[in-house]
C-alpha cells in the first residue's frame, strides 16, 4: 500500500507524569502499527509537547505562545485519519494533559475513530477509557469498541520491555484491525460528504 493510502493514526501519549510507564506501553503499541502496511504512525508525545492550561475567553484571540505550543500538535492530530490513546488511570478517571489536549481542539476529533490503551494496577484502565468515551462522543469522534487494557502492566514487559504476554499482543492486533475499518471507512465518508457538526 502507498504511503498516500495508508491511514494516518496518531497515538496520543496521555501522561506527563515524572518516572511515567507510558514510554513502554508506546513504544510497543507502535510497533504492532509499524508492522502493519495499511497505517502510518505519528506519536504525539504530551509530555514533549506540553499545551497552556489557561483558555482565552471565548472570541478572544490565544495568550502569546500559546499559536506556537499548538503548531506541534493540532496540525497533526488535522492530519489523522484514526487516534489511539494511551493512558494510565488517575484516580478513577484520565490524566489532566490528555483532557487539556483534548480540549484544546474540536474539529480535528470530528468523525474520526479512537481506540485506547489503557494501563494501571487491577483496573488496567479501564475507567479512565469508559470516562474517555464520553468526552469523545461530544467531540463527534466514534470510539472503538474493544479496548486494550493492560492490568498490573508492570509485570508484563520483560526488562528489554518486550511485551511477554501473547494475549495483549492478540488484543492490540484485534483493536487496531477495528480502527483499520473504521478509519477507512469514515475518510471515504469525509471524501464524499465534508462532516457538519
Known amino acids: 500500500m502507498s504511503q498516500q493510502q495508508q491511514l494516518r493514526v496518531a497515538v496520543i501519549v496521555g501522561s506527563t507524569r515524572e518516572g511515567r510507564f507510558a514510554p513502554v506501553v508506546t513504544q ?3 510497533g504492532h502499527l509499524e508492522q502493519r502496511d495499511d497505517m502510518s504512525v505519528d506519536v504525539v508525545d504530551l509530555g514533549e509537547t506540553p499545551l497552556p492550561t489557561v483558555f482565552p475567553a471565548f472570541g478572544q484571540p490565544p495568550a502569546p505562545g500559546t499559536t506556537e505550543a ?24 484520565f490524566p489532566a494533559s490528555l483532557k487539556n489536549a483534548i480540549d ?22 479501564l475507567r479512565a477509557v469508559e ?11 466514534t470510539t472503538i469498541r474493544d479496548t ?19 494475549q495483549c499482543d492478540a488484543a492490540a492486533k484485534a483493536m487496531l484491525d477495528q480502527l483499520a475499518w473504521w478509519a477507512q471507512a469514515l475518510r471515504e465518508a469525509r471524501t464524499v460528504r465534508p462532516y457538519a457538526a
Not at 470516562?131 to 469522534?141: D, F, G, N, P, S
Not at 509485570?155 to 518486550?162: C, I, N, P
Open 28 to 30: 510497543w503499541i507502535k
Open 131 to 141: 470516562q474517555l468515551r464520553l468526552v469523545m462522543a461530544e467531540l463527534h469522534a
Open 70 to 93: 499548538l503548531a506541534a500538535v493540532s496540525p497533526r492530530l488535522a492530519a489523522a485519519d484514526a487516534f489511539v490513546f494511551v493512558t494510565p488511570e488517575y484516580n478513577h478517571s
Open 104 to 125: 484544546w481542539h474540536n474539529e480535528q476529533w470530528h468523525a474520526k475513530p479512537v481506540g485506547f490503551v489503557s494501563y494501571g494496577g487491577i483496573s488496567g484502565g
Open 148 to 166: 486494550v487494557s493492560l492490568h498490573h502492566a508492570w509485570g508484563l514487559f520483560d526488562e528489554e520491555h518486550a511485551m511477554k504476554d501473547a
